[in-house]
């Protein structure tokens, strides 16, 4: 029953809306008191999609979902053990809004190590990166001023600077497509005195791609010049499949570019989403106005996961489980590449195989992928369609591919069905 309800519920959302659809009440009389902030909310297409995961018939190819077998499900079960047997008390409390300080000293501790300059004093925890992206948005941008982010980038940033009022402006590509025009930049940001930056440097969500080093000193320097703070959103630069991407943003800025850099780094791909567990970093100028900002939204974040994390970080198991998380979508990625080859030619030609991340970015020339989906669900696989990462509502004919959650065998499956949609459709 309550999976014929989810399916009932899923299908038509598709069908006759756009996928970054606004909040919809039935009732006229009860959507006049709205305010206007919740009004022009978007919502996300994948947790629409959330729908139709409990649905055996469809392969999801659609989330970043970290399956069980890429999480440290043993390591994390000891560390909760430790937490509820040595620090209950803590576990269970109130704790500051800035985070639980031991924890915030061993991020500290392991960022100088990289040769990283950050004291606990400098790390605010957060309830995941997305609060995170939030609350720079809440804390500087107002109605009406501009973002500009990358096109197609993170839909959940996307969501955030939109319910903030901003207005979203593209970061002009290079000729390949996949770095940033660093001349043609340089003359949006005179022309347009943007608010922030917003960038996924490192195998970006969605379309996997590296920035290089050139270029990341390069914005570096630019928002130092130009006083445009850089919101760097880094949930993926540990999981690389061969090679570590270049230093972060933060990692390179000198004292002065620091001054512009507001660095998220989350727990969530590396380790569990479910902890809810990421730390940001800035000038202190913003991070103690954002560390208000959360007071009032969520007071602090849980205990008990700091406690969990910090117990878990303690044990030294991060990195042999990374070592393993990486192996795991590096085999998971081969995979999903071999079928699109195999499978949907045409679609291959337009992907770079992907160096870490979870994603693959590919575009169907021609092809709405929005209204392709309705299509896709029905022969049982579900992606992302590329317009719910731009910014306007434009038309797209590309599409994000996740290989992170099915098994292999699914994703073949699921490869081989959506390849059975598109020869369909054309
Ligand atoms: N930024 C990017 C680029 C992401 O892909 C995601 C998760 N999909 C987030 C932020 C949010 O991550 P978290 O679970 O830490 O809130």
């Not at 008191?33 to 995961?53: N, Q």
């Not at 055996?56 to 970043?64: C, F, Q, T």
């Not at 009406?144 to 990358?150: C, K, N, R, S, T």
């Not at 930049?185 to 347009?192: I, S, Y």
Request: aromatic content about 6%; charged content about 20%.
């Amino acid at each position: 029953m309550a999976v014929r309800r989810c399916a009932a519920y899923a299908r038509p959302s598709f069908r006759s809306r756009s996928p970054v659809n606004t909040v919809r009440l039935s009732d006229p009389q009860r959507a006049l008191r709205l305010s206007s902030t919740t009004a022009r909310l978007r919502k996300s297409p994948i947790r629409e999609l959330f729908a139709l995961l409990g649905r055996s018939d469809v392969i999801s190819l659609a989330g970043g979902f970290p399956p069980m077998e890429a999480i440290d499900a043993m390591g994390l079960r000891n560390a909760l053990v430790r937490a509820a047997r040595d620090s209950l008390e803590d576990s269970l409390r109130y704790g500051a809004t800035q985070g639980y300080a031991p924890l915030r000293a061993l991020i500290a501790d392991r960022n100088r190590v990289q040769g990283i300059a950050l004291d606990a004093a400098d790390i605010q925890i957060v309830s995941g990166s997305q609060q995170g992206i939030d609350l720079a948005a809440r804390t500087l941008i107002d109605s009406g001023d501009i973002v500009l982010a990358q096109a197609p980038t993170y839909l959940g940033a996307l969501q955030v600077f939109h319910a903030q009022g901003a207005r979203i402006e593209t970061i002009p590509a290079d000729a390949g497509g996949r770095g940033i025009d660093m001349d043609a930049l340089e003359r949006q940001v005179v022309a347009l005195r943007p608010k922030l930056i917003y960038l996924v440097p490192s195998f970006a969500n969605p379309t996997g791609n590296v920035l290089a080093l050139r270029e990341r000193k390069q914005l570096l320097s630019l928002a130092r010049r130009s006083a445009v703070p850089i919101v760097e959103d880094d949930p993926y630069g540990a999981l690389y499949f061969h090679e570590p991407p270049p230093p972060s943003l933060l990692a390179l800025a000198n004292a002065h570019e620091r001054e512009w850099v507001i660095h998220l780094s989350s727990l969530s791909k590396m380790l569990a989403p479910g902890l809810r567990l990421a730390w940001m970093t800035g000038p202190p100028d913003w991070m103690s106005p954002m560390s208000l900002v959360k007071q009032i939204g969520d007071t602090h974040t849980s205990n008990l996961s700091q406690l969990v994390a910090w117990h878990y970080l303690c044990s030294g198991a991060l990195e042999p489980a990374l070592e393993r998380a990486r192996l795991f979508y590096r085999a998971q990625a081969q995979t999903m590449i071999r079928a699109i080859q195999r499978e949907m030619p045409a679609l291959a030609q337009t992907i770079v195989a992907p160096k870490g991340g979870m994603f693959v970015w590919g575009t169907l020339p021609g092809v709405d992928t929005t209204a392709l989906l309705p299509e896709a669900l029905r022969e049982g696989v579900a992606y992302v369609p590329g317009a719910a990462f731009m910014p306007g509502e434009s038309v797209s004919d590309g599409l994000r591919l996740s290989f992170a959650t099915a098994s292999p065998e699914h994703i073949q499956e699921g490869i081989r069905r959506l390849a059975r949609c598109v020869s369909r459709s054309r």
